[in-house]
């Protein structure tokens, strides 16, 4: 079973890369305290309940020069905290 802001981090996550796209960003480091999407996301893994959002964001992600996804704990996810 998924954590229950699963969905709601792709959502960010894929708002964040469109809003990158648009601001002509090169490089993007993406950093969730979501374990789950990150290591779907690294696996390039479609995962049925976020199916549409996972492909988004890896089709996106194709997009950057440099594309880095990766798992902070909670506690250091302060900034978005804010």
Avoid: W
Avoid at 56 to 74: A, D, G, H, Q, Y
């Amino acid at each position: 079973m998924l954590h229950p802001h699963f969905m709601a981090e792709g959502l960010a996550v894929r708002a964040a890369i469109t809003a990158a796209l648009a601001a002509d960003v090169s490089y993007i480091l993406i950093e969730s305290d979501c374990q789950e999407l990150v290591k779907a996301i690294n696996a390039r893994v479609l995962l049925s309940e976020i199916h549409d959002i996972i492909s988004n964001i890896l089709i996106s992600s194709k997009s950057f020069e440099l594309f880095v996804c990766r798992f902070i704990s909670r506690k250091a996810n302060v900034v978005c905290m804010l």
